[in-house]
């Protein structure tokens, strides 16, 4: 089934379009690598010429330890993302995490996105909804792909049809996900489109004690599985130095092994949509 088009500043996604790439490091460490990284994910994309959205959160507030670095906060993040859209060009989106934050967020984000943990909030996503922002709902690790109908009748329930579905795998017993590529179809059927949530699906909640852990090495797997699936978008944190991220490093992929990657899947995208 073909899905409805998210038009997002000349970018489309959805209805068979060639997939799109949302990355960026997991949090906002500072704004110097920041820019950087987002300047060399830019010289990839380009080179290959794959549509991009840059991704990073300006406040983790779920990590696994009270002690873990969070991000600069709401403020000063949202005044680098605002950096990295005017200097680059580049649509951003990052995450909300309660209703106060939304209308700061919305005058600087292209995206909202609702985090998995918040994905059943109703407030949360009618405030979201009601900005008229593009809104990505990563679906729980606790739910089935069908659950993501009600979350979709919230945000429809404020007449906004500028929704993003995010598969980012599904709780398998302890500290560890695992991602149904059924889902992508079962979620499709609802009439958007389907953003897979590559370095997510291979997070270890919770795996390394006080730290989330992670297993990289399956990035390049399951992006490949999941554009052979006809995925619209993949959402893939990276970073310059995963080992030294201040955030879920065990689940990134280094930039320097983001466009031999992405050459593949572009290659993919092409035999699965001829586009």
Same mark, same amino acid.
């Given at each position: 089934?073909?899905?409805?088009?998210?038009?997002?500043?000349?970018?489309?996604?959805?209805g068979?379009?060639?997939?799109?790439?949302?990355?960026?490091?997991?949090?906002?460490?500072?704004?110097?690598?920041?820019i950087?990284?987002?300047?060399?994910?830019?010289?990839?994309?380009k080179?290959?010429n794959?549509?991009?959205?840059?991704?990073?959160?300006? $406040?983790?507030?779920?990590?696994?330890?009270?002690? &873990?670095?969070?991000?600069?906060?709401?403020?000063?993040?949202?005044?680098?993302?605002?950096?990295?859209?005017e200097?680059?060009?580049?649509?951003?989106?990052?995450?909300?995490? $309660?209703?106060?934050?939304?209308?700061?967020?919305?005058?600087?984000?292209?995206?909202?996105?609702?985090?998995?943990?918040?994905?059943?909030?109703? $407030?949360?996503?009618?405030?979201?909804?009601?900005?008229?922002?593009?809104? &990505?709902?990563? *679906?729980?690790?606790?739910?089935?792909p069908?659950?993501?109908r009600? /979350?979709?009748?919230?945000?429809? &329930?404020?007449?906004?049809?500028?929704?993003?579905?995010?598969?980012?795998?599904?709780?398998?017993?302890?500290?560890n996900?695992?991602?149904?590529?059924?889902?992508f179809?079962?979620?499709?059927?609802?009439? #958007?489109?389907?953003? #897979?949530?590559?370095?997510?699906?291979?997070?270890q909640?919770?795996?390394?004690?006080?730290?989330?852990?992670g297993?990289?090495?399956?990035?390049?797997?399951?992006?490949r599985?999941?554009?052979?699936?006809?995925?619209?978008?993949?959402?893939?944190?990276?970073?310059?130095?995963?080992r030294?991220? /201040? &955030? $879920?490093?065990?689940?990134? /992929?280094?930039?320097?092994?983001?466009?031999?990657?992405? *050459?593949?899947?572009v290659?993919?995208?092409f035999l699965?949509?001829?586009?």
């Amino acid at each position: 089934m073909k899905t409805r088009v998210i038009n997002i500043n000349g970018i489309k996604i959805g209805g068979g379009q060639p997939f799109v790439l949302i990355a960026g490091p997991c949090v906002i460490e500072d704004r110097k690598s920041t820019i950087k990284m987002a300047a060399d994910i830019i010289r990839i994309v380009k080179r290959i010429n794959v549509p991009f959205i840059f991704k990073a959160s300006y $406040d983790k507030a779920n990590r696994t330890s009270v002690d &873990s670095f969070r991000g600069p906060g709401i403020q000063a993040g949202l005044e680098i993302l605002r950096e990295v859209k005017e200097r680059f060009g580049v649509a951003v989106i990052s995450d909300v995490h $309660d209703i106060t934050q939304i209308d700061a967020a919305a005058r600087v984000l292209d995206i909202i996105q609702i985090p998995a943990f918040l994905c059943r909030q109703t $407030d949360l996503l009618v405030a979201a909804a009601q900005t008229g922002k593009v809104i &990505s709902v990563k *679906k729980g690790q606790f739910l089935a792909p069908w659950d993501m109908r009600s /979350l979709v009748k919230k945000i429809e &329930s404020t007449g906004n049809r500028k929704i993003l579905l995010t598969e980012r795998g599904v709780s398998f017993g302890y500290n560890n996900l695992v991602t149904d590529f059924t889902a992508f179809q079962i979620m499709r059927d609802l009439g #958007y489109p389907v953003v #897979y949530d590559v370095t997510h699906s291979v997070q270890q909640p919770g795996g390394l004690g006080d730290k989330t852990g992670g297993r990289s090495e399956f990035i390049p797997l399951l992006a490949r599985c999941g554009v052979a699936a006809g995925i619209d978008a993949v959402f893939m944190e990276t970073h310059t130095d995963p080992r030294k991220s /201040l &955030s $879920d490093g065990p689940n990134m /992929l280094p930039i320097a092994k983001l466009e031999p990657l992405l *050459k593949t899947m572009v290659k993919i995208d092409f035999l699965m949509k001829g586009k």
